[in-house]
């Protein structure tokens, strides 16, 4: 089967750095994707890695180690319209294609 | 810039009643997704749908399910008998390849009384 696990709630303040942490186990990986989802709304495309690194996108960075079955989030600079869900996904062998999402962090930001 | 549209927006059917959700996926799109969400809980993996045919199915998506692609735009998830806990949102997503990010819908909220 396949497991992904992520923190489920996280807080910070506006301006700072948060990093948000998955960890995964399934076999055949094929490559890990982040999503933020507004209450209410569909999940929005932010980051993916296939290969270990880091891949920064703006103010989103996103990690991956294979061999540990770890990724990061890092988001800098938090706004408050950062207050959402972070989902972590990953695909694999398999589920073919298909995204299998972890619970997902809800990450508060205050002022 | 294109999007994943669905409708209805929200559905509220009786229990055992057929229910359809429509789906129009971004245009080059060639691969398609059913998800859904129950409230509070994690998006769940139904279907995947490439070239006119299921290509991956979760075991969420038994016998009461089926999707069709009944011409070149439509995308359509249909409840044979809907039970109360198929209440849910229920998401598209369509990607353009492999390992591309897939684009979501706004989602269609089930309520089965």
């Known amino acids: 089967g396949q497991n992904i696990d992520q923190p489920t709630e996280m807080t910070a303040t506006e301006g700072a750095i948060v990093q948000i942490n998955c960890t995964y186990q399934t076999s055949g990986f094929n490559g890990l994707f982040w999503y933020q989802q507004h209450a209410g709304e569909a999940p929005t495309f932010l980051s993916y890695?296939?290969?270990?690194g880091l891949e920064e996108k703006g103010r989103f960075s996103s990690f991956l180690s294979r061999s540990k079955g770890y990724s990061y989030l890092l988001l800098k600079e938090l706004q408050m319209k950062d207050s959402a869900s972070y989902l972590c996904?990953?695909?694999?062998?398999?589920?073919?294609?298909?995204?299998?999402f972890g619970k997902g962090t809800t990450l508060s930001v205050s002022s | 810039e294109p999007e994943v549209t669905q409708t209805p927006s929200h559905q509220v059917t009786q229990m055992g009643q057929e229910v359809i959700l429509r789906c129009v996926p971004i245009s080059n799109h060639l691969y398609f997704y059913w998800y859904r969400q129950i409230l509070g809980q994690k998006v769940e993996f139904l279907v995947s749908?490439?070239?006119?045919?299921?290509?991956?199915k979760s075991e969420i998506f038994d016998d009461q399910f089926s999707v069709e692609r009944p011409d070149g735009s439509n995308f359509t998830l249909k409840i044979r008998s809907t039970k109360l806990e198929d209440s849910a949102m229920y998401f598209c997503a369509s990607s353009e390849k492999p390992g591309s990010e897939a684009f979501f819908g706004q989602g269609t909220r089930l309520t089965v009384v």
């Open positions: 996904a990953v695909t694999s062998n398999q589920a073919g294609t298909a995204l299998i």
């Open positions: 890695n296939v290969l270990d």
């Open positions: 749908f490439y070239n006119n045919e299921i290509s991956e």
